[in-house]
């Protein structure tokens, strides 16, 4: 015991050391400025290594956050006007099952039992196949900004399942929560004060709202799964079942899409969508999770309407009334409300 505290302490010392010694070397050998670019990011780069495994994990979920921000306005420029939704949604499946199936090989995976297999199977259908179609979908028909903020409203709805489904307790406040951000959620959707089904974001507003009620139906149902296999394993399985059932569905739409007439940066855009959007933003929640307790992971989910908002702003120019800012500060606060709880609590975090 005491051998491997002093082994601990001695490797701690020499990490520091050589950390230190690098920070020094670099930095009078090499002054950070303009015309040492490519310096200056490895610089950066190495010192995201040196971080502590805490710190990494706070970056990790502001990144996984930023990108899925980033991915609504972009997803907005690619659909509809080079690709059909239903044609990137099967892209985006199948896609990201890739590199799900390709990281098998370097990350160990569980057995799934037989008697779970078809809950995977509808987990896949749930939280790939019908969300992921929803949200491709809603968003082409409604704003960026309307988007980011409805879809903030998912961890509300979790707790209600919860509440019915796995006898979650609710409390006074997490009610208030889900009270205030339905009152948001509906302000958004009325965009100038009345509800209307010729509004021009109306159905795409809609699609969304029920994007994140799949979504939340789709975290309940996999709780119990996630407490008795490994993330990895479980989303492997259920991207599977959810691309074959995505092939199924969405096949016809996928081989009659023109893909020759797709440039060449529509398809950095979908490689993002793909890759960052969809893979790497799951290694980064997985990573977060390890090291950072899941209310404070959940306090991230924040960044995503202010990421999308601000690019859909400055770079599509819509129009953020005060209506909209009032409703956003609804569904964060009903965000809020539901994410205090106890210790003891059984509370499933989004």
Same mark, same amino acid.
């Given at each position: ?8 302490f ?9 950390e230190k010694?690098?920070?020094?070397t ?5 002054p950070?400025?303009?015309n040492f ?5 490895f610089?950066s780069f190495?010192k995201?290594l040196?971080?502590?495994?805490r710190?990494?994990?706070h ?5 996984a956050n930023?990108?899925?921000g980033?991915?609504?306005?972009i997803?907005?420029?690619v659909?509809p006007a080079s690709i ?8 985006r /499946?199948? @896609?990201?099952?890739f590199?799900?199936?390709?990281? +098998?090989?370097?990350?160990?995976t569980q &057995?799934?039992?037989?008697? #779970? ?5 509808i987990g896949g259908?749930?939280g790939i196949t019908?969300?992921?179609t929803l949200?491709?979908?809603?968003i082409s028909?409604?704003l960026?900004?309307n988007a980011?903020i409805i879809m903030t409203?998912?961890?509300l709805f979790v ?5 019915v489904?796995?006898k979650t307790?609710l409390?006074f406040?997490k009610l208030?929560?889900?009270i205030?951000? /339905?009152i @948001?959620a509906?302000?958004?959707i009325?965009?100038? +004060?009345?509800?209307?089904i010729s509004? &021009?974001t109306f159905?795409g #507003?809609?699609?969304?709202l029920c994007?994140?009620?799949s979504?939340?139906i789709?975290l309940?149902?996999t709780?119990p ?5 490994d993330?990895f394993?479980v989303?492997r399985?259920m991207?599977?079942?959810g ?5 199924i569905?969405?096949g ?13 940066i529509?398809w ?8 960052c959007a969809?893979?790497?933003?799951y290694?980064?929640?997985i990573y977060?999770?390890k ?5 404070t992971v ?5 960044i995503?309407?202010?990421i ?5 702003l400055?770079?599509k120019?819509e129009?953020?009334?005060?209506i909209k ?9 009903g965000?809020y409300?539901?994410?205090i709880?106890k210790?003891?609590e059984n509370?499933?975090?989004c």
């Amino acid at each position: 015991m005491t051998y491997g505290s002093n082994l601990t302490f001695t490797f701690s010392e020499t990490y520091a050391s050589v950390e230190k010694v690098y920070l020094i070397t670099i930095e009078s050998r090499f002054p950070l400025n303009k015309n040492f670019t490519f310096l200056y990011l490895f610089h950066s780069f190495v010192k995201i290594l040196f971080m502590s495994n805490r710190l990494k994990a706070h970056l990790a979920l502001f990144l996984a956050n930023a990108i899925y921000g980033l991915n609504y306005f972009i997803v907005k420029e690619v659909v509809p006007a080079s690709i059909n939704s239903i044609s990137l949604t099967v892209i985006r /499946a199948v @896609g990201a099952l890739f590199f799900l199936w390709i990281s +098998g090989f370097w990350i160990k995976t569980q &057995k799934i039992d037989k008697s #779970d297999r078809w809950k995977m199977m509808i987990g896949g259908l749930l939280g790939i196949t019908i969300s992921q179609t929803l949200l491709i979908v809603g968003i082409s028909h409604t704003l960026t900004i309307n988007a980011s903020i409805i879809m903030t409203t998912s961890p509300l709805f979790v707790l209600l399942i919860a509440a019915v489904y796995l006898k979650t307790k609710l409390t006074f406040l997490k009610l208030f929560g889900i009270i205030s951000g /339905a009152i @948001g959620a509906i302000l958004i959707i009325s965009s100038n +004060g009345k509800i209307a089904i010729s509004n &021009k974001t109306f159905l795409g #507003d809609i699609i969304i709202l029920c994007n994140a009620i799949s979504y939340a139906i789709y975290l309940v149902w996999t709780k119990p799964l996630m407490a008795k296999y490994d993330s990895f394993t479980v989303m492997r399985s259920m991207f599977l079942y959810g691309a074959v059932f995505m092939c199924i569905f969405g096949g016809y739409s996928f081989v009659d899409t023109d893909f020759a007439a797709i440039k060449p940066i529509i398809w950095l855009a979908i490689g993002f969508i793909v890759f960052c959007a969809t893979f790497l933003t799951y290694l980064f929640n997985i990573y977060g999770l390890k090291y950072v307790q899941p209310a404070t992971v959940g306090i991230y989910i924040y960044i995503q309407p202010i990421i999308a908002s601000l690019l859909a702003l400055f770079i599509k120019n819509e129009t953020y009334i005060w209506i909209k800012v009032v409703a956003m500060l609804m569904v964060f606060g009903g965000v809020y409300f539901v994410s205090i709880h106890k210790p003891k609590e059984n509370i499933i975090s989004c």
